[in-house]
């Protein structure tokens, strides 16, 4: 098993930046991926970016390609979601994500809100 702890979430101005952890514990040499998803109220999940943990390829949602960017410490398991020039529609709870080779984003950490104020 896999746990995942997020921080970082709060308020912040449009225009503004935040930074967002994601701490992983348990079996973390099994990892694969670490990533980022979103839910803003009344839409459905939705992926925000991933790195890998062996080669720290990243991938990214359009809506997030030249604002965020993200990042791992191998030596702290834990990964970061740079989020920069931040927009009212980035409200959302952001999810940390993980996964092994046995299932796709089959870890899930607890949420953390961000909210954009405009």
């Known amino acids: 098993q896999v746990q995942l702890v997020e921080s970082g979430g709060g308020l912040v101005q449009a225009g503004g930046s935040l930074r967002l952890s994601c701490a992983a514990s348990g079996r973390t040499f099994s990892m694969f991926r670490t990533g980022w998803f979103r839910q803003a109220p009344g839409k459905e999940r939705e992926f925000v970016a991933f790195?890998?943990?062996?080669?720290?390829?990243?991938y990214y949602a359009d809506s997030a390609k030249g604002r965020f960017t993200i990042s791992r410490d191998n030596a702290k398991n834990t990964v970061y979601l740079q989020m920069n020039s931040l927009k009212p529609e980035d409200t959302a709870v952001y999810y940390c994500?993980?996964?092994?080779?046995?299932?796709?984003?089959?870890?899930w950490g607890q949420g953390t809100q961000v909210t954009v104020s405009s």
């Open positions: 790195i890998r943990w062996n080669g720290g390829r990243t």
């Open positions: 994500a993980a996964d092994d080779t046995t299932a796709s984003w089959n870890y």
